[in-house]
C-alpha cells in the first residue's frame, strides 16, 4: 500500500498535469488535505511530506485533532457548518468553505469579531439541486448573499465552492464547475467584491482533475492521499 508521501506526489503529478492542459501553471491550484476520519499522525505524517493546508468536514473532529497535528497546518472547514457551531472557528480555521446563509454569515462576523480575527469564507452552491446537500441556488440567491457578507466586519469572502452530483458523470460534472466559474465572474462584476473574490473550491478525490481543466484554484482531496475513511 503506497504511503501518504507516495500518494501526495500522485496527485501533486496530476495536479500540475491538469493545470498544464489547462495553460495554467501548477502553483495556481492549492490542494487542501482533507483529513476526515484519519487521526492527527497522518496529518503529521502528510506535513512531512510538505503539505500545508488540510480540511476537515465536522468542527468537532477538527477542535480534537487540531492540538495534536503540527503547529504549521493550516486548516479549512469544508463541511456544513450550523450556526451555533460558528463560535468556535475564528482562531481555529483560515478559511471556511460553506457559507450558505445570511444568518450563519451574520452569527460567524459577530463571533469573529469577539475574538478580533479575520476569516476568510467561500459561498457554497447547490447547483445539482440535491436536497442533501447543502448550499444556495446558483443565480438569484448568491447575490444577496455575497452583499450581505461583504458587510459583515471580519469576514473575507473569497471566492465560491460546490460539490456536484457524485452520479452525474463527467459531462454534467464538468458543466458545473463551469457554471460556478461563470457565476464567480457575474458575482465579482455585479457586486463589487473586488479582485481576492478569485477563489473557486471545486473537486475532489474523483474529479479535481476535471475541476482544475474547468477554472478550480482550491482542490478538496482526501481518499487519493489518505486512503478509504474509516466512517
Excluded at 501533486?12 to 498535469?17: C, E, K, T
Excluded at 487540531?66 to 504549521?72: A, D, E, L, T, V
Excluded at 465560491?160 to 464567480?184: H, S, V, W
Excluded at 478569485?198 to 475541476?211: I, N
Amino acid at each position: 500500500m503506497p504511503s501518504i508521501a507516495e500518494n501526495l506526489a500522485q496527485v501533486r503529478s496530476r495536479i500540475a498535469a491538469a493545470a498544464g492542459r489547462s495553460g495554467r501553471a501548477a502553483d495556481s491550484v492549492r490542494l487542501i488535505a482533507v483529513s476526515k476520519t484519519h487521526p492527527a499522525t497522518a496529518v503529521a505524517e502528510a506535513c512531512a511530506a510538505g503539505q500545508v493546508e488540510f480540511g476537515e468536514n465536522r468542527v468537532q473532529e477538527a477542535l480534537e485533532k487540531i492540538p495534536q497535528s503540527p503547529p504549521g497546518a493550516i486548516w479549512h472547514l469544508v463541511g456544513h457548518l450550523q450556526s451555533n457551531k460558528a463560535r468556535f472557528v475564528p482562531g481555529a480555521f483560515r478559511m471556511v468553505h460553506s457559507l450558505d446563509s445570511v444568518r450563519l454569515a451574520e452569527a460567524l462576523a459577530r463571533h469573529a469579531e469577539a475574538a478580533g480575527r479575520t476569516v476568510e469564507v467561500l459561498l457554497q452552491a447547490n447547483l445539482s439541486g440535491e436536497a442533501s446537500k447543502s448550499g444556495v441556488p446558483d443565480g438569484a440567491a448568491l447575490e444577496p448573499l455575497l452583499a450581505a457578507t461583504l458587510r459583515c466586519p471580519r469576514l473575507k469572502p473569497v471566492g465560491l465552492m460546490t460539490i456536484p452530483d457524485p452520479a452525474g458523470g463527467e459531462g454534467r460534472t464538468r458543466a458545473a464547475f463551469a457554471r460556478l466559474r461563470e457565476l464567480l465572474g457575474r458575482l465579482r462584476d455585479s457586486c463589487g467584491a473586488g479582485a481576492d473574490f478569485r477563489e473557486l473550491s471545486m473537486g475532489m478525490s474523483q474529479d479535481y482533475e476535471w475541476a482544475i481543466e474547468e477554472g478550480a484554484t482550491l482542490v478538496r482531496v482526501g481518499t487519493a492521499i489518505f486512503g478509504v475513511r474509516s466512517a
